[in-house]
T-cell receptor, first 114, second 113 residues
């Protein structure tokens, strides 16, 4: 597609519920990143894929967070047993390489845990 | 997680004024970037800097990569209402698997028309 597409745009989850957030990167982009942006903060790195391989998951805050990109295109970020501190905007970005010049962010999914 | 020190946190300016914001880090980066984020959207890249001491312009925007590789500034000249938004600096060290960005907390720019 023309840009990075994320769905849903908004998600309200009850505490303890599992959620799945989807990212459709720009076609042909090898690198895919997930970031978490809390209210009033800058985005913070969660995890990085190169094609289907998850090369860095050092930013995932707990084992309740899991990301996959099984065919090297669409990626899903799953959060199990959501907690209030998980409320944030989750941004996906894709890039043709690793340099920042080709790094394109999606509009994000705003997750609110009540 | 690690975030860069960005200042000021917010600023109100009159249309037509120049704006300056800066970013510092305790770590060295080999790339400095400046992004703008509008409400409900993802960050959009404004300027990328790749060499220490580099000064780069993009229209009314000018940014510099500090000589120590631990800081950068962004200037906006002759501000207009559409400059409103949140500006983020970001540092990157790429190579191997390290393509991720480290962001500042943002500078919220509000312009009085």
């Amino acid at each position: 597609g023309a840009g990075v597409s994320q769905s849903p745009r908004y998600k309200v989850a009850k505490r303890g519920q599992d959620v799945a957030l989807r990212c459709d990167p720009i076609s042909g982009h090898v690198s895919l990143f997930w970031y978490q942006q809390a209210l009033g903060q800058g985005p913070e790195f969660l995890t990085y894929f190169q094609n289907e391989a998850q090369l860095d998951k050092s930013g995932l805050p707990s084992d309740r967070f899991f990301a996959e990109r099984p065919e090297g295109s669409v990626s899903t970020l799953k959060i199990q047993r959501t907690q209030q501190e998980d409320s944030a905007v989750y941004l996906c970005a894709s890039s043709a390489g690793q340099g920042a010049l080709g790094y394109t962010f999606g509009s994000g999914t705003r997750l609110t845990v009540v | 997680g690690q975030q860069l020190n960005q200042s000021p946190q917010s600023m109100f300016i009159q249309e037509g004024e120049d704006v300056s914001m800066n970013c510092t880090s305790s770590s060295i980066f080999n790339t400095w970037l400046w992004y703008k984020q509008d409400p409900g959207e993802g960050p959009v890249l404004l300027i990328a800097l790749y060499k220490a001491g580099e000064l780069t312009s993009n229209g009314r925007l000018t940014a510099q990569f500090g000589i120590t590789r631990k800081d950068s500034f962004l200037n906006i000249s002759a501000s207009i209402p559409s400059d409103v938004g949140i500006y983020f600096c970001a540092g990157q060290n790429y190579g191997g698997s390290q393509g991720n960005l480290i962001f500042g907390k943002g500078t919220k720019l509000s312009v009085k028309p």
